[in-house]
């Protein structure tokens, strides 16, 4: 990531967590009887297209800072990115599983979120322009 500039490496960043965030739901579909649950509504919550939507609109935030990291100018940049950072940091601690392989993940993504902040809060404009 050292020859990226800014723009480009919270973009990769975001596309990071998104991974992440995929994957650990493929496999948390993977443990026995989950689908099976999901089927037949025998969750801790009901599911309803509201809270579809809430989900909806938490997972978009990762997904649209991949576009919004790399058009956004430099101030409102930093901003964005520290927000949808925490965002998503309580959707994923909030509304995860205690399972290993969620956790790990979890974990990944935090870390990667982390150093969105980092990155974000530490971007100083360059003589060149805001890289």
């Known amino acids: 990531m050292h020859g990226m500039n800014t723009r480009e490496k919270l973009s990769v960043l975001w596309i990071v967590v998104m991974m992440n965030m995929i994957f650990a739901d493929i496999l948390t ?27 909806a609109l938490l997972l978009e935030v990762p997904i649209i800072m991949v576009l919004l990291s790399r058009v956004l100018g430099r101030s409102i940049n930093r901003v964005a990115n520290i927000l949808a950072s925490v ?13 290993l392989h969620y956790v790990f993940f ?20 360059t003589c060149a322009g805001s890289q």
């Open 29 to 55: 579909f993977m443990l026995p009887g989950t689908l099976q649950d999901i089927v037949s509504g025998n969750l801790p919550m009901k599911i309803t297209q509201s809270l579809l939507l809430v989900f």
């Open 87 to 99: 965002i998503t940091i309580l959707f994923v601690v909030g509304a995860g599983s205690g399972s």
């Open 106 to 125: 979890a974990s990944v993504e935090v870390i990667v979120m982390l150093y969105i902040m980092w990155t974000a809060f530490g971007w100083r404009e």
